[in-house]
């Protein structure tokens, strides 16, 4: 027995050890415990119900590096069914951790789950959040690092700090009203508030900003530098990034270092993640404003809705005061295409492994699949309304995806997602994209809506090769980055304008591509892609143990009634009863079909 150590401390330590599927064994772990409750807040001066992890809004910051296993332990004191997604996180051949509809059955209230993950090959700023039932708009997100293992060097001095900044359009409304609201085709609006780490705005103007409201202060000393990691986890708001007076140095996003350019501002679209090296080399007369301010509105309504903070010097001689650093104009969106195409991979950095990141040539690839997808306006749908990719509103099956394929379930889904929109009516189906693994893909997101959507793929990082305005055609090529495009997981795409990413299919699972902006995605824009290995793959990351069965796998669910310190969902012990249901369910979705 270990010295000081209960020993009922050291028998849940072993079990869970004991519980972790051997291919994440040989790296560091982590352990983390979370409560998922309901917390009252005040971010914008009234007191509402927000979803916070351990007490906290934002949840805490997860400080990891390149190769950790993850073990994060989630209770779920909601009132309703509960997911976390780790926006970003590739989950190498392990998409059962991945957090969504299409890859896990959900946490029903008052249960707990463990995710168990490994960050494998991967650096860089990310973010978790609640995927189901519109609960971002309530919080429930926070912060990842992946920090560099010490045999790799930043390709930048060793910053003297870490700030994390969350910035989004808030809502005075719960999440239960606004995702009625959606369905019902009631429009979003104005946002109440844009806050910053939670908080709303510091009171720059006494006509607009009303008295009482708390907002964030950044503590800084002078001279030295920062390394600032900005997420928007927002809603569907583009939101302007600045500071008073200073020079935002982007060093990287999203799992990518880039090639460090100074911005005065950053348009940071829903869903992405930026890091930039910020120094502290003014004469602090005063505080400065750190600004988070919407992007292409154009209603006067907006005009009060600018997130602001306070940046502070310990030698500062008083407070902020006077007008906010003006943002770019408000409707010059080839101003923020051409910064977007400003953002380059740092080639000859090292990352995750020594090698640079630009020993990978995506551009002397070639192609295997292409895939032209476009969304549109929301449309009535069998009477209620919906948002579509290539004219399909997906619709998620009481099955997970991955539960379906590994128990082979017939008619859950279908490989028939068309690679162009078809001359057809619209319609709801869980049609899937057939990946090719190891091959190459070419995907071109076409925006036919009105505003500006961004889109995410789980389980990779692709390269951003292309963007511009009108429609999309085979000659486009020509104007593709093959050389530098950064490598990262969420792109936007700005409206009447094309996207066109590169995606290497080395990542076997099946993974969710998705609209970012939370009413889109609510209503049906996103996908599957399914990329199976033919080949048997020992690494390959095998069902949980402590895997929650729902939909027509619910009857292999037992009670989780007894469960207090960790996750351990129970099978039914007997295998013979196990293959007589697995039969039944394959009879039936035989006879269905």
Not at 9 to 29: E, I, K, R
Request: a negative charge; proline letters at 7%.
């Amino acid at each position: 027995m270990l010295a000081g150590v209960p020993f009922s401390c050291l028998f849940f330590f072993l079990s869970l050890v004991w519980l972790l599927p051997g291919s994440l064994a040989g790296d560091p772990y982590v352990f983390f415990d979370w409560t998922v409750s309901y917390v009252s807040a005040s971010p914008l001066g009234v007191k509402q119900q927000v979803i916070g992890i351990n007490g906290k809004f934002p949840g805490p910051v997860l400080n990891l590096t390149t190769n950790w296993n993850v073990v994060v332990n989630v209770k779920n004191d909601l009132d309703e069914p509960l997911l976390i997604t780790w926006n970003g996180i590739q989950h190498r051949k392990n998409s059962w951790q991945d957090g969504v509809s299409g890859t896990n059955c959900p946490i029903p209230a008052g249960w707990n789950w463990t995710y168990q993950f490994q960050v494998k090959d991967q650096i860089g700023s990310f973010f978790y959040f609640p995927s189901l039932s519109f609960q971002r708009a309530a919080g429930g997100y926070g912060g990842m690092i992946i920090n560099n293992r010490e045999v790799i060097p930043l390709p930048f001095g060793l910053p003297d700090g870490d700030v994390h900044i969350f910035i989004g359009d808030w809502y005075s409304k719960s999440h239960k009203e606004l995702r009625k609201d959606v369905e019902n085709g009631v429009d979003l609006g104005v946002p109440d508030g844009i806050l910053i780490n939670g908080f709303g705005p510091y009171r720059y103007d006494q006509a607009l900003i009303p008295d009482g409201i708390t907002y964030q202060i950044i503590n800084v000393e002078p001279g030295k530098t920062y390394r600032f990691r900005v997420h928007n986890v927002g809603i569907s708001t583009s939101l302007n990034f600045r500071i008073q007076n200073h020079n935002l140095l982007l060093v990287e996003t999203e799992g990518s270092y880039t090639v460090q350019q100074n911005y005065s501002n950053m348009d940071i679209h829903v869903g992405q993640s930026y890091s930039f090296l910020v120094t502290m080399d003014q004469n602090a007369s005063t505080d400065y404003y750190i600004v988070a301010s919407p992007r292409f509105v154009n209603s006067s309504d907006w005009a009060k809705v600018t997130g602001v903070a306070v940046l502070h010097y310990s030698n500062s001689q008083g407070p902020a005061s006077g007008p906010l650093p003006d943002p770019p104009n408000n409707y010059d969106t080839y101003f923020s295409m051409n910064q977007a195409r400003s953002i380059r991979w740092n080639v000859s950095a090292g990352a995750a492994r020594p090698n640079p990141q630009g020993s990978f040539k995506y551009g002397q690839i070639t192609v295997t699949d292409v895939y032209v997808i476009q969304n549109r306006p929301p449309e009535l749908i069998d009477g209620k309304l919906r948002t579509t990719l290539n004219g399909i509103s997906y619709l998620p099956p009481t099955t997970p995806l991955m539960l379906a394929q590994q128990f082979k379930i017939p008619g859950v889904y279908k490989f028939d997602f068309p690679n162009k929109l078809m001359s057809r009516p619209p319609k709801l189906d869980t049609s899937l994209i057939n990946g090719t693994f190891k091959g190459f893909m070419e995907i071109i997101f076409q925006n036919n809506d009105t505003t500006i959507q961004s889109y995410h793929l789980d389980g990779y990082a692709f390269f951003v090769v292309g963007m511009d305005f009108g429609v999309w055609t085979e000659n486009s090529r020509g104007t593709y980055n093959k050389w530098d495009g950064v490598a990262r997981c969420t792109t936007q795409v700005f409206p009447g304008a094309w996207t066109a990413i590169l995606v290497s299919l080395d990542n076997a699972g099946i993974w969710n591509l998705r609209a970012q902006n939370l009413d889109s995605w609510y209503l049906g824009q996103e996908v599957y892609l399914s990329v199976v290995n033919p080949e048997i793959d020992t690494t390959e990351v095998p069902l949980p143990d402590n895997a929650i069965y729902c939909g027509l796998l619910s009857p292999l669910q037992k009670n989780q009634a007894q469960r207090i310190d960790f996750s351990g969902a129970e099978s039914i012990p007997d295998v013979s009863k196990t293959i007589f249901f697995l039969l039944i369910i394959s009879l039936i979705g035989t006879l269905v079909r």
